[in-house]
């Protein structure tokens, strides 16, 4: 879902949903902030359907407000847009912060749906939420999903080190675990007994015929290690029977880790946009898949490009007060997928950019470090693609002015 900001008539009730995972609290409210119903309802379509109904049946003109955009409230959500009801969206932190302004202590699911209508009735800030792109919707999915494979990864290989340590710490510190071959050869062998007893020249055809680039190289490192090491650990059969098993799971992750990445830059082919973010240098198929999951490819959420460097956290926030002005400060909130996008692609760009190179240069120049630079570049650039997509057009290289002789 996207926030969208703009101009809408006044409603006359308020309908404030505390979100839950298997229950909401619903609370309508009038202009005076008076309460006309609350009711606690199980997150099924049937008894969202008929809240809806009962609300509408208060006032056909309703502003709804929940404080959660995706999990527990999608089906909320889906409903309300399939009866084209607006809503808005108020983040749980704002919620809880403004909870303490109201009278009492006390925290129910009631009173949190209260304050969320409440909020909606008083301010005219908020973004209305509106149906997210297929294909955007598809990317976040897709990307979501290998953020979590390449966590478990990372976890499974930690694991594996771990293990191996504690048996062999030879071969654990000869070897890179993230690559294929390794992971490879310890789904055959483990011990330095069975490293030893395979030889150089079998191990060497062993870990060809399975398909690994530089076996002789890998081999050797193997049985150098092996021959290091001539004592058998304490527990050591079990633990190469887990170190295997380990090794199987990486190899497993990586090869599903392929399949998302392919999945994912063909469902970014067909995005509309699709040649437009990724003329921009620096920005591969990988990294416009993730800013297009963050802000949905299309730049009327934002409005403008300032807006846009915001949400991306790269915008600093004023922070002033009495006779102190000029203060400028990291922001709290933003998007931390998106500035993670926005960082990388302009790192990226150094290599190929040469615009992208002599603006970093120019900073550095000024007295600002590594990342003070390339926060002002990743800034240059929101402005930048921001037009490209508004505009619908590529990004063309602006050739160097020079002086006519």
Same mark, same amino acid.
């Given at each position: 879902m996207n926030n969208e900001l703009a101009e809408v008539p006044v409603p006359r009730i308020w309908a404030g949903v505390d979100i839950g995972k298997e229950h909401h609290h619903c609370v309508a409210i009038n202009a005076q902030g008076e309460r006309l119903l609350s009711r606690r309802v199980a997150n099924d379509e049937a008894v969202l359907l008929d809240l809806l109904a009962d609300?509408?049946?208060?006032?056909?003109?309703?502003?709804?407000?929940?404080?959660?955009?995706?999990?527990?409230? !999608? +089906?909320?959500?889906? &409903?309300? =847009?399939?009866?084209?009801? @607006?809503? /808005?969206?108020?983040t749980g932190l704002a919620v809880h912060r403004a909870s303490g302004t109201y009278r009492g202590e006390g925290k129910t699911d009631a009173k949190d749906a209260f304050v969320i209508a409440d909020q909606a009735r008083m301010r005219r800030d908020?973004?209305?939420?509106r149906p997210g792109d297929e294909i955007a919707v598809d990317l976040r999915t897709l990307t979501t999903r290998r953020v979590d494979l390449v966590c478990d990864r990372t976890r499974a290989i930690n694991r594996l080190r771990a293990h191996l340590l504690e048996i062999?710490? !030879? +071969?654990?510190?000869? &070897?890179? =675990?993230?690559?294929?071959? @390794?992971? /490879?050869?310890?789904?055959?062998?483990?011990?330095?007994?069975a490293i030893r007893r395979m030889g150089a020249r079998r191990l060497e055809t062993w870990l060809r015929a399975r398909g690994v680039h530089g076996a002789a190289a890998l081999a050797r490192t193997a049985i150098d290690a092996a021959q290091a090491q001539r004592t058998s650990l304490p527990g050591e059969k079990l633990a190469a029977i887990v170190v295997a098993r380990l090794a199987k799971g990486v190899m497993a992750l990586d090869e599903e880790i392929a399949e998302t990445e392919t999945l994912i830059e063909a469902r970014f082919r067909e995005h509309p946009h699709a040649e437009v973010i990724q003329s921009l240098p620096g920005m591969g198929p990988r990294l416009s898949a993730e800013f297009i999951a963050a802000t949905g490819g299309e730049m009327d959420a934002f409005g403008t490009a300032d807006r846009l460097a915001a949400f991306a956290g790269l915008a600093p926030a004023p922070r002033d007060s009495g006779k102190v002005s000029g203060n400028l400060r990291r922001p709290r909130r933003f998007n931390r997928g998106l500035l993670r996008v926005s960082y990388l692609s302009a790192l990226a760009s150094l290599k190929c950019c040469p615009a992208s190179k002599a603006y970093y240069q120019r900073k550095r120049s000024e007295g600002k470090g590594h990342k003070q630079a390339l926060l002002a570049l990743a800034r240059r650039r929101a402005n930048v693609l921001w037009a490209m997509i508004r505009d619908g057009a590529c990004y063309q290289a602006t050739p160097p002015v020079t002086a006519a002789a």
């Amino acid at each position: 879902m996207n926030n969208e900001l703009a101009e809408v008539p006044v409603p006359r009730i308020w309908a404030g949903v505390d979100i839950g995972k298997e229950h909401h609290h619903c609370v309508a409210i009038n202009a005076q902030g008076e309460r006309l119903l609350s009711r606690r309802v199980a997150n099924d379509e049937a008894v969202l359907l008929d809240l809806l109904a009962d609300v509408l049946a208060l006032d056909g003109d309703v502003l709804w407000a929940v404080d959660l955009n995706h999990g527990g409230a !999608a +089906l909320l959500i889906g &409903l309300l =847009l399939a009866h084209d009801q @607006p809503m /808005v969206y108020i983040t749980g932190l704002a919620v809880h912060r403004a909870s303490g302004t109201y009278r009492g202590e006390g925290k129910t699911d009631a009173k949190d749906a209260f304050v969320i209508a409440d909020q909606a009735r008083m301010r005219r800030d908020l973004g209305l939420l509106r149906p997210g792109d297929e294909i955007a919707v598809d990317l976040r999915t897709l990307t979501t999903r290998r953020v979590d494979l390449v966590c478990d990864r990372t976890r499974a290989i930690n694991r594996l080190r771990a293990h191996l340590l504690e048996i062999f710490p !030879a +071969l654990e510190r000869a &070897l890179d =675990l993230t690559n294929k071959g @390794p992971a /490879v050869l310890l789904t055959g062998y483990q011990t330095p007994a069975a490293i030893r007893r395979m030889g150089a020249r079998r191990l060497e055809t062993w870990l060809r015929a399975r398909g690994v680039h530089g076996a002789a190289a890998l081999a050797r490192t193997a049985i150098d290690a092996a021959q290091a090491q001539r004592t058998s650990l304490p527990g050591e059969k079990l633990a190469a029977i887990v170190v295997a098993r380990l090794a199987k799971g990486v190899m497993a992750l990586d090869e599903e880790i392929a399949e998302t990445e392919t999945l994912i830059e063909a469902r970014f082919r067909e995005h509309p946009h699709a040649e437009v973010i990724q003329s921009l240098p620096g920005m591969g198929p990988r990294l416009s898949a993730e800013f297009i999951a963050a802000t949905g490819g299309e730049m009327d959420a934002f409005g403008t490009a300032d807006r846009l460097a915001a949400f991306a956290g790269l915008a600093p926030a004023p922070r002033d007060s009495g006779k102190v002005s000029g203060n400028l400060r990291r922001p709290r909130r933003f998007n931390r997928g998106l500035l993670r996008v926005s960082y990388l692609s302009a790192l990226a760009s150094l290599k190929c950019c040469p615009a992208s190179k002599a603006y970093y240069q120019r900073k550095r120049s000024e007295g600002k470090g590594h990342k003070q630079a390339l926060l002002a570049l990743a800034r240059r650039r929101a402005n930048v693609l921001w037009a490209m997509i508004r505009d619908g057009a590529c990004y063309q290289a602006t050739p160097p002015v020079t002086a006519a002789a």
